[in-house]
């Protein structure tokens, strides 16, 4: 008699039900109740505006990635001191040099996104990513992944150079000036890297560059 053959059945690995998104609309409970998880210094978390997160990210992003800072969509809230200068007398001629004390109101948005931890903050975008790709067809881009866009941010703020001068300034009418025309034509979004000053700059290079690469 033939030897009877038995087959192997290969076992099934049970399929891992993907986790349940919130909507874009109730988004903000869902990451407002995990974003403590994501950082150290909790009590930074007082920066972040907790109404719309995800649309807010996205759209200052993008508006970044252009030049254009869109102040009334930023995630985080402004800080509370403005920008100052000095006037200083140099060989008898009065010249306005920026204040660089008027860089410490960023220092807590710059220890918080020191904080972060990058590995979960990489998984968080991954995993909101169908919430990201649809407020970003809310602003007409049906097409384009969103992920280049914050690349091309993340781009422009480690392209930026700080100028090895301190910068003087002019102040033809309300609203100061850099004297430095090559530095005036510059776009919002890297007048602002200039205002942060030269070593939290770095810090956020540093700390986009690590993201960047995960």
Known sequence: EPEETVTQVPEIEPVKPEPLLPTLGESDAWLTEKLPTITWRKELLKLVIDDDMIR???????????????????????????????????????????????????????????????????????????????????????????????????????????PKERLELVRPSVMYQYKDEAIEQLDDADKLMLRVGKEKLLVIKSVLLEISEK
Request: charged letters at 30%; zero cysteines.
């Open 56 to 162: 807010r990210f996205v759209v200052f992003t993008d508006n970044f990635a252009q030049g254009i800072l869109a102040y009334e969509h930023s995630p985080l809230i402004k800080p509370n001191s403005a920008f100052s200068a000095r006037e200083i007398n140099e060989n008898g001629e009065v010249v306005i040099k920026w204040d660089e004390m008027s860089s410490r109101r960023f220092s807590l948005y710059v220890d918080l996104l020191r904080s972060v931890d990058s590995d979960t903050l990489v998984s968080w975008y991954y995993e909101l990513k169908p919430l990201v790709d649809e407020a970003y067809r809310e602003l007409g881009y049906p097409e384009e992944d969103f992920t280049d866009i914050l690349q091309d941010a993340i781009t422009k703020v480690l392209d930026m150079e700080i």
